[in-house]
């Protein structure tokens, strides 16, 4: 089983669109948790931070479900600039790496 | 500030050759990664230094020896070249455990 795992889409949605993504994580040691936004053939960039409690920025929102092994990322209101892969992002406890999902591929039409 | 660079932007080796990627990073941070990413397999850790002085491997490092040179600078390299190493390859940089990684924009690598 992967330790991170995310399905790979891709989602097609129109404009105005709510889309959500899920991702589970396997090592209940987890600590850290992320969201990353890819665009093509550019490198990876923080999107957002994981908080226990969930938090949100702007049309994103993130969850965390511990008991769940569970880490989703709501979008709201898409926009056609948020076309891109979104990659589920965890570091174990009293390690150095990040773990990466595939990563979800989103593309938003007009 | 420049964040992470990255040279050369593209590489086009044949099989057997070498080839060091040069990564720097002047962000003051402690942690370095290298990173490879494929189609269909997302980013898989090359090698990774946790701190000035050290260096562990990741899930694949054959193939490929790095050096963390002084805190900004990590380099990757390919002593005998194969088509399995044509990827992308991405370094990272990283101040501690439970913050963000910040990418370079990567070097595109096609062995022949």
């Known amino acids: 089983r992967k330790e991170v795992e995310q399905d790979p889409g891709p989602f097609n949605v129109p404009e105005g669109a709510t889309v959500a993504f899920n991702c589970t994580y396997s090592?209940?040691?987890?600590?850290?948790f992320f969201w990353y936004r890819q665009d093509c053939r550019k490198e990876p960039k923080l999107l957002m931070s994981?908080?226990?409690s969930g938090n949100e920025d702007g049309r994103f929102t993130a969850q965390l479900n511990r008991a769940s092994q569970y880490i989703s990322l709501l979008i709201r209101d898409s926009k056609l600039s948020d076309s891109a892969t979104y990659l589920c992002v965890v570091n174990m406890q009293n390690t150095d790496k990040l773990i990466f999902g595939t990563g979800t591929r989103l593309q938003v039409f007009p | 500030n420049a964040g992470v660079t990255q040279t050369p932007k593209f590489q086009v080796l044949k099989t057997g050759q070498s080839m060091t990627l040069q990564c720097a990073q002047d962000m003051n941070h402690n942690s370095m990664y290298w990173y490879r990413q494929d189609p269909g397999m997302g980013l898989r850790l090359i090698y990774y230094?946790?701190?000035?002085?050290?260096?562990d491997k990741g899930e694949v490092p054959n193939g490929y020896n790095v050096s963390r040179l002084n805190k900004r600078e990590f380099s990757l390299r390919l002593e005998s070249a194969a088509p399995s190493q044509t990827s992308v390859y991405f370094c990272?940089?990283?101040?501690?455990?439970?913050?963000?990684?910040?990418f370079g924009p990567g070097t595109r690598l096609t062995v022949l």
């Open positions: 090592n209940s040691a987890s600590q850290s």
């Open positions: 990272a940089s990283r101040r501690g455990a439970s913050n963000e990684q910040f």
């Open positions: 994981v908080y226990s």
């Open positions: 230094s946790a701190s000035e002085g050290t260096t």
